[in-house]
Each structure stands twice: as structure tokens, then as C-alpha cells.
């Protein structure tokens, strides 16, 4: 039986959702002109006053906030309240440019901590669970986050944060933790260590895992889900909107739903800000309805995704995003055709190859170049140079029809490409270092 950390919310009508969106943009929107001058003044240059926001029909007329806004608002520019309401800040993890501070009320931390505690419950959680939280803790959202909705559930929380592997597994094993968080390349190397340690699943207490905060693709839930004996659940969200939980998988596996009472998402044309129909592809904006020391209006958040509206098998209500397919941002030129490195992971995973790889971009001799260093399976690796240099040329030939340029592959010996512990890095441009 599905069950709901706030089934009212969370399983409530078109109608009421609607209403809930209406009532709250229109106060949400008075609080950030009367204490927002940044964002005011974006509204005035665009011709807009709260009077012309009378429901989320009129979300449009709103002008976008970007990551460049963010920037140049650090630190305080786009605080919404006193700072002496603020009791936390956390920041993203980006490591050009200037980072991003997002500021917190109590009440801020309440609501984004129900939102992780619903996407818990709807893991399978309840007040029963050993709940490890393996997502770093500090600046990233993602300890904090998670650690706060397992409070509100009531499971045992294990604050492991990232790192120390054994450690973990450890913890896994003499705590009973049913329950991981943590990211899914994480995720993927515990089960990769924990076979090594020849556990199998029968031996891990595991039965559930809440990952996120990075794409990852339907082979590597397989892989997760078959060597933890677990089912593994996707969740998203962002520094800017709060951090984990802006929306969270149900047991239906297929999406993840919004918590739409507290944001309204809309997809729409990257090119030209056009809002798009839902179930078309495009860029991810979010409104964030309720926070009150960082309160965005229609935050470009470069992801790229899908909204479906289909009705979900789990009684949930919410509208759904698809996983998303990458950020706009994450998109390499090479010589001058566009590249999504998601691309080269289907490639690599349609051949049977683990996602351990490493995309290394150089100009050289002012031409692109494009080096995909791959990792063998151990049952693939052998010292028949011939073997291997069939193998290689198949992927070249993967990659030229999936991508239309060439690229230089390498394969290399099973783990040596370093795992992560947080958010995998998977490309190195030096055109830009
Ligand atoms: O990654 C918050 C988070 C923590 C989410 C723990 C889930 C779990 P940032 O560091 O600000 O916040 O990075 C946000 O990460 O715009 C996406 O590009 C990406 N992202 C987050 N979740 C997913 C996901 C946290 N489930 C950025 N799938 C976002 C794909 C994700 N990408």
C-alpha cells in the first residue's frame, strides 16, 4: 500500500493545487517587490507590477532570474527578508565564477525538510527505518537536506556524510541501514566495493535508495538496484530553490514528481524564453512559492527536461519531470558541433561498458580534439592488443553515428578512473583551464 508523508498535499485535486499556486504567486510575488530591489527593478524595466499578477495565468509577464543575476546579486542582493531571520545559508557547489549563497528562515527549513521527507516516505520510509545519509554534509544541500526529512519521518539517522568507504559499509552492515542516501555515481562505487568485499545482495540490509543530485541513467539503476538488492529512487532539486526534494520518485519509478504547493515549474524554449506545451523538451524554470529569505520568480535553472501530467499509479497528484537530459550549459562545442557528454555515456552503456569514463577536450594545433578514456569490465580485460583494438574501434564507430564527429577512445584497465564520492566530474576541457 502506498503510503504518503502528506497525502492531503500530495494526492490533492487539479483544483486545489491550482488554487493553492494562485493564492500563494500573487503574495509571493507583493513580498518580492516590496523587499526584493533587485528583482523590482527587473519587474518595473519589464513593465510589471504585482497588480498585473492575479493567478499563475500571468506567470509569463514575470521576467526570468538567471544564474548570471545570482552572480552579480552575491551575496545579498536577492535576500528577501532581514538577515537576522536567516538561520542558515548553503551554497552550490559550482567551482567557476562566484558561488551562489541561498539564505534560510526557520520556517523556510520546515517546508524544504517536509519536501525531503516526503520523497522518504514515498521510498518506502517510515519511523522504522535506518536511514544513512551518505550525500556530503556542509555548504551542499545534500546532507542537510535529506538529514532533516528523515528526522521528520522518524527513522534512525546515520549522518555518515561522504567518503570513507568502508566506513560506510561498515555502518550498513552492523547499523541494519535500510535506507542510503547519497549520489549515484556514490552509490554505484559502494556496490562496486561491497561485491569486491564479496557481499551479495542477500547479505546487505539495504532495501531502498534515495539518489540525486546528478544525471544517471536507467542502466545504472538496473546495475545499482541488482547488486544492493535495493530499489532505487531518482530526486532532484537545487541550491537556489532550497536543495533536494524539489521533486522525488514514487513507487512507480518513472519520473519525479513536483511538489507543485511549493513551486510552479514551467519548461519553455531556451532560445527564446517562449513557454513550452507540457510534454515537449526544454529548459526547467522554477518559481519558488513560499520561501521567504530567498524567494525566486522564475529561475532559469538550465536543465533540461520534460513535464508529464499522466496520471501516476502512486495516487500522487504532482505533475511529473522526466529524468533530466542534461544542462544547457553542459554542452561541448567540438569543432563546432554540439556535444552532450550524455550522448557518449548511452554509447558507452549500449556496449556494455560501466560508467566509468573520463571526456578530455584540447585544442591542439587549433583543431578540437576529443579523447574518451573508458573503462574495461573486469571480464572484458585482456592483454590481446587485438581484442582490444577491435573493441576501441567499435566504440569510435558508435560514437561518429551518435555524434557525427570522431573521437579517440581508450580503453583502460578496470578501476583506474578515480570514483567519486559526491558529484562524478566526467569532463576535463583544458580549452578552458
Ligand atoms: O545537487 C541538490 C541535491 C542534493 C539534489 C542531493 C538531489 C540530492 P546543486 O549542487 O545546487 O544542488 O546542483 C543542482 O544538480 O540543477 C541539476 O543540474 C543537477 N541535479 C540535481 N538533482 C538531479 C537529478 C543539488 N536527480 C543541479 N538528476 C541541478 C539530474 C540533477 N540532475
Redesign the pocket.
Known amino acids: 500500500m502506498e503510503r504518503y508523508f502528506q497525502e492531503e498535499i500530495e494526492c490533492a485535486s487539479r483544483e486545489t493545487i491550482i488554487g493553492i499556486q494562485n493564492e500563494k504567486l500573487v503574495k509571493q510575488v507583493k513580498h518580492v517587490w516590496d523587499d526584493v530591489p533587485y528583482y523590482r527593478k527587473k519587474m518595473e524595466d519589464a513593465g510589471v507590477t504585482p497588480d498585473d499578477i492575479r493567478s499563475i495565468d500571468d506567470l509569463h509577464k514575470l521576467p526570468f532570474l538567471s544564474k548570471a543575476d545570482l552572480r552579480e546579486s552575491y551575496p545579498y542582493g536577492l535576500l528577501g527578508c532581514p538577515l537576522k531571520e536567516c538561520v542558515r545559508i548553503h551554497s552550490?557547489?559550482?567551482t567557476t565564477g562566484r558561488r551562489?549563497v541561498a539564505f534560510y528562515t526557520k520556517e523556510d527549513i520546515d517546508l524544504w525538510t517536509d519536501c525531503t521527507a516526503r520523497a522518504i516516505v514515498a521510498a518506502g520510509g517510515t519511523d522504522e527505518d535506518v536511514c544513512q545519509i551518505s550525500?556530503g554534509y556542509g555548504l551542499?544541500?545534500?546532507g542537510a537536506?535529506?538529514d532533516g526529512g528523515s528526522h521528520k519521518v522518524g527513522c534512525l539517522t546515520v549522518p555518515t556524510s561522504s567518503g570513507n568507504t568502508q566506513r560506510q559499509i561498515m555502518f550498513i552492515q552492523d547499523l541494519q541501514t535500510t535506507i542510503l542516501?547519497c549520489?549515484p555515481s556514490y552509490a554505484a562505487y559502494l556496490a562496486e566495493t561491497m561485491e569486491e568485499m564479496g557481499l551479495s545482495p542477500e547479505d546487505i540490509p539495504l532495501k531502498a535508495g534515495?539518489?540525486?543530485?546528478?544525471?544517471?541513467s536507467e542502466e545504472m539503476r538496473r546495475d545499482i538496484e541488482q547488486k544492493m538488492g535495493i530499489r532505487a529512487y531518482?530526486?532532484?532539486?537545487?541550491?537556489?530553490l532550497s536543495?533536494?526534494?524539489?521533486a522525488f520518485e514514487c513507487s512507480a519509478q518513472n519520473g519525479?514528481h513536483i511538489n507543485e504547493d511549493h513551486f510552479i515549474a514551467e519548461v519553455i524554449d531556451p532560445e527564446t524564453g517562449e513557454p513550452l506545451p507540457d510534454g515537449e523538451q526544454g529548459e526547467l524554470v522554477f518559481t519558488s512559492l513560499d520561501k521567504r529569505a530567498f524567494p525566486l520568480l522564475r529561475y532559469r535553472?538550465?536543465?533540461i527536461c520534460v513535464l508529464s501530467r499522466e496520471k501516476c499509479s502512486c495516487g500522487r497528484t504532482h505533475v511529473k519531470m522526466m529524468?533530466?537530459r542534461g544542462?544547457t550549459d553542459d554542452m561541448l562545442i567540438i569543432r563546432g558541433v554540439n556535444v552532450f557528454p550524455s550522448q557518449i555515456e548511452t554509447v558507452l552503456l549500449n556496449h556494455g561498458y560501466p560508467a566509468n569514463y573520463q571526456i578530455i577536450v584540447d585544442r591542439v594545433n587549433n583543431s578540437d580534439t576529443l579523447d574518451v578514456r573508458v573503462e574495461m569490465t573486469p571480464e572484458m580485460f585482456t592483454d590481446n592488443i587485438a581484442e582490444i583494438t577491435k573493441r576501441q574501434k567499435e566504440l569510435v564507430d558508435g560514437m561518429k553515428s551518435m555524434l557525427g564527429i570522431k573521437a579517440a577512445v581508450t580503453l583502460v584497465a578496470p578501476k583506474s578512473i578515480t570514483r567519486s564520492e559526491g558529484?562524478a566530474v566526467r569532463v576535463i576541457d583544458k580549452r578552458k583551464i
Open positions: 552550490t557547489s559550482g551562489v550525500y551542499f544541500t545534500g537536506g535529506l542516501c549520489t534515495i539518489f540525486g543530485a546528478e544525471a544517471w531518482d530526486i532532484y532539486g537545487l541550491t537556489e536543495g533536494p526534494g524539489v519525479m535553472t538550465r536543465d529524468k533530466p544542462r558529484k
